[in-house]
């Protein structure tokens, strides 16, 4: 199983930065980072295949209609991988990578 994500077309200035962000996504390797297996790019799609993990959305734990309650120390564990995340981010290369999306939506947890 894999899971795949379509770039909009209509979005000029994504098309722009798709390809790029591509190549950069594809180089990351970090435990708490989905793999990206491929990507495709023409005039017609834009699309990134990603390893699949089943839709364990933080933002369902915090406010969805399926919230469940997260103690302290559940609450404690997520922020800490997500900060050694993006610190991985920031200086695990040269150029330093930076997450413009980052909120409880794109961020999938493990049951």
């Known amino acids: 199983m894999?899971?795949?994500k379509v770039l909009n077309l209509q979005n000029e200035e994504g098309c722009k930065r798709f390809d790029?962000?591509?190549q950069v996504m594809r180089s990351i390797k970090y435990i708490n980072l989905l793999k990206v297996i491929t990507m495709?790019?023409?005039q017609y799609v834009r699309a990134?295949?990603?390893e699949y993990m089943?839709?364990?959305i933080l933002e369902n734990w915090l406010y969805g209609k399926e919230h469940q309650v997260l103690d302290i120390f559940q609450r404690v564990i997520i922020m800490l991988d997500v900060a050694m995340t993006l610190e991985y981010l920031h200086y695990g290369y040269d150029t330093p990578i930076?997450?413009?999306d980052l909120k409880p939506e794109n961020v999938l947890l493990e049951t």
């Open 2 to 4: 894999v899971a795949i």
């Open 20 to 22: 790029t962000e591509c």
């Open 40 to 42: 495709c790019s023409n």
């Open 48 to 50: 990134i295949v990603l």
């Open 54 to 56: 089943p839709n364990v």
């Open 98 to 100: 930076v997450d413009c």
